[in-house]
């Protein structure tokens, strides 16, 4: 299954990104919240925002690719997964303002989950409508 290998890289960035706030709480001595510490919140932020995006993003490609979407459909979108919260974390974690990152990051994932969403939609209408033409046809 080709979202299995999508799902794996995209939870060692999640691991990845969840390393990067334990250490700065152990660091910093701060169990919970943030402490008011900037850092310790960007860094937050940027994991959050990826198990935010993440799960539906797999769910849309794990979706399309049991419903026998082209195996290089499905690694077009899984490479651009990747790409995408590759780019908006490594943004957001050098700036918590704008910066080319966060934002190529934010619109590929955006525009990438409403381009899977809408291939999943024709997916599933298309048969249906096949289905109501072969039954007028008879």
């Given at each position: 299954?080709?979202?299995?290998?999508?799902?794996a890289?995209?939870?060692?960035?999640?691991?990845?990104?969840?390393?990067?706030?334990?250490?700065?709480?152990?660091?910093?001595r701060?169990?919970?919240?943030?402490?008011?510490?900037?850092?310790?919140?960007?860094?937050?932020?940027?994991?959050?925002?990826?198990?935010?995006?993440?799960?539906?993003?797999?769910?849309?490609?794990?979706?399309?690719?049991?419903?026998?979407?082209?195996?290089?459909?499905?690694?077009?979108?899984?490479?651009?997964?990747?790409?995408?919260?590759?780019?908006h974390?490594?943004?957001?974690s050098?700036?918590?303002?704008?910066?080319?990152g966060?934002?190529?990051?934010?619109?590929?994932?955006?525009?990438?989950?409403?381009?899977?969403?809408?291939?999943?939609?024709?997916?599933?209408?298309?048969?249906?409508l096949?289905?109501?033409?072969t039954?007028?046809?008879?």
């Amino acid at each position: 299954m080709i979202t299995l290998l999508y799902a794996a890289l995209c939870t060692l960035l999640v691991l990845y990104l969840s390393g990067r706030v334990i250490a700065v709480r152990l660091r910093r001595r701060i169990g919970i919240g943030d402490g008011g510490d900037h850092d310790l919140q960007r860094r937050i932020r940027v994991h959050a925002n990826a198990v935010e995006y993440l799960p539906l993003a797999l769910l849309l490609l794990g979706g399309m690719e049991l419903n026998g979407y082209p195996n290089a459909v499905i690694h077009g979108f899984g490479i651009t997964l990747v790409v995408s919260r590759l780019l908006h974390a490594w943004g957001l974690s050098r700036s918590s303002g704008a910066s080319p990152g966060r934002f190529a990051g934010v619109l590929l994932t955006l525009l990438l989950m409403l381009a899977m969403s809408v291939f999943a939609i024709v997916g599933y209408v298309q048969p249906l409508l096949a289905v109501d033409q072969t039954v007028e046809e008879i």
